[in-house]
């Protein structure tokens, strides 16, 4: 398959555990973030986004915590499949400006 | 709903050439935005256009170059094609008018420049 990125971090969960994908985003303008996943060869699909003014949102076995003091961004996957492994990007975007600004991308591997 | 598409999904040209990349966004949606992919860079924006005009430009040379139509279909154009021009393109439509809402991407165009 086509290769998003080679030297990307990379994190190894075993099947059924916990997963938590970090993010430090740049702009303290930013008012929202959105996670995203990308499997090799396909465009990156959305999973989950939240707001600047909440610190917690949760979708279906994910979850995404923002911390604003620190410009920190988390996305947190429940009982991790093997169809979770892919590359996870978190996006910002600041009203008004119509773009988004994507961070440099996390490999998750699930260990079977 | 059929999502959004992009073609061609594969294109490789020479140094010096131009190429036009396709997007149709989501039926509805009037945001397109393009965005390039590389392994060194990631994803770096490129523009957005809402209704025919473009809001937004990336740090991108004059050499890339896009427009919209009146039915929101989008392309983006390369002229003088360089080696490092070599990405994954990828267009991406939202429904509502502003930044802060859901971004939808297509498959992207595979470019490589020879």
């Known amino acids: 398959g086509e290769s998003v990125g080679l030297h990307l971090p990379t994190l190894s969960v075993q099947e059924g555990d916990n997963s938590i994908i970090n993010c430090a985003y740049s702009?303290?303008?930013?008012?929202?973030f959105i996670w995203y996943k990308q499997e090799s060869g396909k465009g990156p699909q959305f999973i989950i986004d939240i707001r600047s003014n909440m610190d917690k949102r949760q979708g279906q076995r994910v979850t995404v915590l923002l911390n604003k003091t620190v410009k920190h961004l988390s996305l947190q996957i429940a009982a991790t499949q093997p169809g979770d492994s892919a590359v996870y990007f978190c996006?910002?975007?600041?009203?008004?400006?119509?773009?988004?600004?994507f961070g440099t991308g996390t490999r998750l591997k699930v260990l079977a | 709903k059929a999502g959004v598409t992009q073609t061609p999904r594969y294109l490789i040209k020479t140094r010096g050439q131009q190429v036009t990349l396709s997007c149709s966004p989501i039926?509805?949606?009037?945001?397109v935005s393009w965005y390039q992919q590389t392994p060194g860079q990631g994803l770096q924006f490129l523009f957005e256009y809402f209704s025919e005009t473009q809001r937004n430009k990336g740090n991108f040379p004059g050499r890339f170059s896009g427009r919209q139509f009146s039915n929101s279909r989008s392309e983006m154009n390369v002229s003088t094609l360089e080696l490092g021009d070599s990405a994954l393109y990828l267009c991406?439509?939202?429904?509502?008018?502003?930044?802060?809402?859901?971004?939808?991407f297509g498959p992207g165009t595979r470019l490589t420049v020879l």
């Open positions: 702009n303290s303008a930013s008012d929202y």
């Open positions: 039926s509805g949606h009037r945001s």
């Open positions: 996006a910002e975007s600041t009203s008004g400006t119509y773009k988004y600004i």
């Open positions: 991406a439509s939202s429904s509502l008018q502003g930044a802060g809402n859901e971004q939808f």
